[in-house]
């Protein structure tokens, strides 16, 4: 029992580091636009946005990056209206 309960652990913390590596992807591709300081919703916001601009737009493709499924994805982008086809957070400099 506690060995099934480590395994789902060290899959979560894995999930986890490659959205991590993701976002970092992002961040080497657009400088200057992440800072230090963000919160988790501006964090989410922005590797959504940035993924969905990884992959032009496309929601299945996106959400296969982000390794979640497409409707949990789907009601994230309305949620934080986010445009996914030029993949801009409201509100943001860029």
Known sequence: ???????????????ELKQIAALRRIDKADRGQFSDELSLTDFEKRLIAGTLKRADGNLSEAARILQVGRDQLRYKVANYRLNRHTAKVPGSRT
């Open 1 to 15: 029992m506690k060995l099934k309960g480590l395994i789902r652990t060290l899959e979560k913390q894995h999930r």
